[in-house]
C-alpha cells in the first residue's frame, strides 16, 4: 500500500508544478519518516549549509526509554550528507510501535518538514511514524467500523467554567437507537488535557479495532480535562495561543466535582447510568484520578485502571482524622466491591515500588478482582497505549 | 490576560525542572510567536550556530500576500542574533487576523520548537499566532456558549467508502431536543479534506461567535471530504501516514453522490430537511462543487456560497448536448430561485475575471439574489474567514 502511494506520489509531484496558487510543501519535494515493508524507517532531510544533522527519537535506545517529551535525552543518531546537501539516516527494522522524533539540525530541535505528521503533547510536538505488523496495529486507522467522536462542552459549576470533554462513541451506537451503553471515564496525566488520548494514547484507534475485533464490548469512552483551571486543550480555550505549562489544582476541585462530568454524559448520551456500566481510568496523574475519584464516590464505578500511578495509603496513620477519613473510604470501596481493579505499570518507572506496594495493601485489605501488570518501559506513551489494550477487553464482560 | 499567563508561566518554570518524567519542551526554554497588547508578534529562537535565521510568513508584505503554503514566496525577514546564539525578532503592530509563519535556518524550513501551536493544510505544516481586535476576534476561542464538533463516518455506497465528515452542532442544540435546524454545507478546496475548515477556517470558532453575538442563526455546519479517493483527512484513514498529494475525482463521484451525505445528515440530526433549511457554500474547489451540485440538485439548497471560485457556463455552445444539459440545470435553478447566491473573491486572485463573469452571466439570465463580493486578498484563508463570516450572517434569516 505504501508503495502504491509513493509511486502516485511520484506521478502526480510532476503535474504539480503547475498549481501554483497553492504550493505543495514549504519547500523540500522528498518525504521522510517512511516505513518500508521491513519494518525500517528512513528519515531525510535537505540541508546543504548545516554541519551536523542528528534524529532524536524514541526509537533509539528502547533500553532508555524516555517520556516521549524528553526524547533528547534518549539518544541522537547522526545522519548522513549526500553530494547533493540530502541528509539521510535508515534503521535497522524496529519492533512494532508507534514512534515519535525530531530533527537537530546544528543543534536546534527541528520538526522534519517532510513530514506532515505531527502531534503535540503538553508543550512539545514532534512527527510521528507507526510500524505495523505487531501491538501498533491497534493504534491504525483500519478499516473496521469507525466511532465517533465528538467534542463537546459542559458548564461545570463547581469549578465555575464551561469546559470541554471528548466523547468516544462506538460505532453501532447510531443503529442501536434504544440501547444503551457502558462508560469507560478515560483520564489524561499532568500537563495533558482531554485531547491527549486520543492524539498520542490512539484511544479511537485502539477501542475501533479492539470492539472490531469482538475484544472488547462497545461502549462509551469519556475524555475529560483533568486540570481545573483550563477550559479546554491549549489554544482551544479563551486563554487563546499560549505555551503550555504545569497547570495545578491545589484544591482538588476537578475530583471535588467529577460527578458534574458523570452526570452530564448520563444526560446527554444513551449510558447504562449506574456502577455497572462505569469505569474509570487513567495515566500518571489521571491514575492517581482514578484512584481519588472511585473511592471517594466509592459505589458509582464498577473498574479501576491505574496506568503508572498508585495510591498512597501505606502504613497511614490514622489518629490523624484525614488518613482516617482516606483509609474509610478505601474499606467503603473494598466492602462495596469492584469487578477489577488494575494497576500497571512499567519497570523502569520511578513510580514503580510505589505502585507495587498500593497493590499490596488493596490485596492485603482484601479488594476484590485486583490485579498487578508490570510491563517493560518507563514513564512513556507505549505503556499507556498497551494498557488501555489490554484494560478495555476486561470491561463489561458479564 | 496574556501578561498574566506569561508570568505565571516564569514562576512556575523555575518549578518544573523537578518534574524529571515529563520534560517541559524539547530543548528551548523560551517563548515565541508571542502578540503583544499592540499587535507586534515576537519571534525567538536559539541556534548559535546558525550563520541565517529568517522568518517566512504571512504577515510579510501584504501586498503579495500568497496561498498560506506558498508562504516562502512571499518574502523573508531576517532574525537578529544575540551574544547568547538568541535570534530574535519584533514585527511592527499587525493588523487583526491569524497568521502563519516557519522559519528558515540556514534554509531549512523549520517550524518555531518555541510555539506548540502548528496547523497542517495538505502537506505543510506552519506555526500560527492571531492578532485580535479587528476581524480575528470572530477567530479565537472566546468566552461565549459553545456548540459541538462532531467527527463522524458515513457508509457512501456511490463511492464505496466509509468516510468521515466533521458536523458542528450549535451550543443551543442539546437544550432544545424539539427544535430542528437549518445546514450549511461547507466544502474545501482542493487537496483539502473534512479538517480544513475546522482548523485554518476557524469555522467552529467563527459560528460560535456570530451566533453569541446574535449576527447569525444558530445552524449545523456540515464539513464533508470533498475528494472521493479519499476516506478522510491524511493519517486519520486507512492510508495511514503519508505526504499529502493532490487527490482528482475525475468522474466526479463526489458530486454525484453529495446526496448521500445530505440525507445522512437528515436521517441523524435535527435538520429542517427541505429547501429553505439548506445552504451550501464551499472555497476554491469547493465553491466549484456548490456550484456544481446546487445545479445538479436545482431544488435543494436555498442559498449557495462561491468562494474565490466561479462556473463557467460563459458563452456556452448548447449545440453541444453537455452544454445544453448544463445550461437546463442553471435555468431550473434559477426558475426555482434562491434567497443568496453569493459570488466572493479576491482582486489577487487569478480566478477573479472567470467569477466575476459568472456572477455577470448569472445576473443576466435572471439569477435572483445574486451577489458580488470583491475583497482585498488572492487565493488564501484570509479571504475564505471572511467570506465565512459575511455569508453565515445572510443564512436562514425568516
Redesign the interface.
Known sequence: ??KR?LL??VC??A??SG??????????NI?S?TVDEQGRVTFR???????KVQI?GDFIKKDVQ??I?????AGQIDMKKGKDGTWTYTSNPLPSELYSY?FL???????D??????Y?D?????N???VGGGLADLF????V??G??????YHSYGIGK?R?LNVYLP?EY?ANPYKQYPVLYLLH???GDENEWTIFGRAVQIMDNLIAQGKAEPMIVVMPNGHAEMQ?A?????????????F?DPEGKYVANFMEIVNFVDR?FRTIPEKCGRAIAGL?MGGGHSVNISRRYPNVFDYVGVFSAGGRIHELDESVPENKATMDLVRAQIANGVSAYWIGIGRD??GFQNAKTYYEDLKALGMPNVSFRESDG??VWNCWRLYLSEFAPLLFKK
Request: glycine share 8%.
Open positions: 500500500m505504501k502511494i502516485l506520489f502526480i509531484a503535474a504539480i498549481f501554483a496558487q497553492q504550493n505543495l510543501f514549504i519547500s523540500q518525504e519518516g532531510l535537505i540541508a546543504p549549509e548545516a554541519k532524536a524516555q517520556h517529551a524528553g526524547m533528547v535525552g525530531t539540525v546544528d543543534g536546534v530541535p527541528v520538526l518538514p517532510n513530514n506532515p505528521h505531527v503535540r503538553f508543550a512539545t510536538v514532534t510521528v511514524f507507526i491504525k486507522v483500519n478499516d467500523p469507525h465517533t467522536l465528538v467534542a463537546k462542552w464551561d470541554r460505532a447510531d496525566g499532568s500537563g479546554a491549549p489554544g482551544e480555550s479563551s486563554l487563546g495561543y499560549y505555551k503550555p505549562f504545569h495545578r446527554n500518571s518507572d520511578r518507563a514513564h
